[in-house]
T-cell receptor, first 114, second 112 residues
Framework: DAGITQSPRHKVTETGTPVTLRCHQTENHRYMYWYRQDPGHGLRLIHY???????DKGEVSDGYSVSRSKTEDFLLTLESATSSQTSVYFC?????????????FGEGSRLTVL | QQQVKQSPQSLIVQKGGISIINCAYE??????FPWYQQFPGKGPALLIAIRPDVSEKKEGRFTISFNKSAKQFSLHIMDSQPGDSATYFC???????????FGKGTKLTVNP
């Protein structure tokens, strides 16, 4: 158990509404990531963080923003949700500085945008 | 542009058989190649990983074979069991970069 908690685990919302997903870790790791998983696309990196208030974009960052005001929390925000953002969102942490191969994932947040 | 190509998309194997999943990459700067296993309703979990300085790595029934010249690597599951039924993802990264690139996944079903 890597001490990662994602919330909410399930959410249904309507197009145009804001949505925030939370990732909480208990082990003080520096690196945190948000991925989305879609059938036929695998896992795609949205944003990642390498420290408090230090974030960077991944390959599918359009329509998403992130914030990290505390080491333990990494928030993913959809400012105005669209149906194309219906997905399963995974938070992950890295146990090694500079080595992204060893990621530990949360159990996911399933988001449905109607 | 997909940086890691994974095949097949789905695979059905009988219990006791060998499961083989293949991945290919283009970026020669990749130097770390992990495989992740994901059960339904769960997040992916690291299964086994290899670096290009070795051609093979074995952990129990799971083996990664790596062909640097062909830019390919594969996962072999020996004596496949129904409990191995899951989705498997190959991935690649560059040391020092924070971006792990995943293949699209292979859904493995092992029939009893």
């Amino acid at each position: 158990d890597a001490g990662i908690t994602q919330s909410p685990r399930h959410k249904v919302t309507e197009t145009g509404t804001p949505v925030t997903l939370r990732c909480h870790q208990t082990e003080n790791h520096r690196y945190m990531y948000w991925y989305r998983q879609d059938p036929g696309h695998g896992l795609r990196l949205i944003h990642y963080s390498y420290g408090v208030k230090d974030t960077d974009k991944g390959e599918v960052s359009d329509g998403y923003s992130v914030s990290r005001s505390k080491t333990e929390d990494f928030l993913l925000t959809l400012e105005s949700a669209t149906s194309s953002q219906t997905s399963v969102y995974f938070c992950a942490i890295s146990y090694r500085v500079g080595n992204t191969g060893e990621l530990f994932f949360g159990e996911g947040s399933r988001l449905t945008v109607l | 542009q997909q940086q890691v190509k994974q095949s097949p998309q789905s695979l059905i194997v009988q219990k006791g058989g060998i499961s083989i999943i293949n991945c290919a990459y283009e970026n020669t700067a990749f130097d770390y190649f992990p495989w992740y296993q994901q059960f339904p309703g769960k997040g992916p979990a690291l299964l086994i990983a290899i670096r290009p300085d070795v051609s093979e790595k074995k952990e129990g029934r799971f083996t990664i074979s790596f062909n640097k010249s062909a830019k390919q690597f594969s996962l072999h599951i020996m004596d496949s069991q129904p409990g191995d039924s899951a989705t498997y993802f190959c991935a690649a990264s560059i040391s020092g970069s924070e971006k792990l690139v995943f293949g699209k996944g292979t859904k493995l079903t092992v029939n009893p």
